[in-house]
């Protein structure tokens, strides 16, 4: 790995993990296209390093920042458990789906799903 490289990771690491705190995002939306752009990967690949990523406990601090923050946190616990199993399950179905996709079309719905995205923050109050 060449020192280009490990700067490279460091900016998306420290890039992805700014936003995770900031506004909740990090993953997919800032890692996958970096992956991309910088390192050359394909959408197979950068998908499965961002999901790689984010095996570790890596948003536990922030988690722990809005858990603590205000009058008995920001985060329904109940809640956030039913969707992270769920979450696993789904990771699980759409990584096997994902992998059966050829690379244009997975970048392409990768695309779209971030462009519908945008466009509904940017119009919508």
């Known amino acids: 790995m060449t020192f280009t490289t490990i700067i490279i990771l460091i900016i998306i ?3 992805a ?3 995770s705190g900031l506004v909740g995002v990090g993953g997919g939306i800032i890692m996958v296209p970096l992956f991309i752009i910088f390192l050359g990967l ?3 690949n950068a998908q499965g390093l961002s999901l790689a990523v984010m095996l570790p406990p890596v948003t536990f601090l922030a988690v722990y920042n809005y858990h603590t923050a205000g009058d008995g946190g920001n985060i329904d616990w109940k809640v956030a458990l039913i969707v992270a199993i769920l979450f696993i399950v789904g990771g699980f179905i759409g990584s096997k789906i994902a992998l059966q996709i050829d690379q244009r079309m997975l970048k392409r719905i990768f695309g779209f799903m971030m462009l519908i995205v945008a466009i509904k923050l940017i119009f919508t109050k």
């Open 13 to 15: 690491g420290l890039l």
């Open 17 to 19: 993990g700014i936003l």
């Open 42 to 44: 394909t959408q197979h």
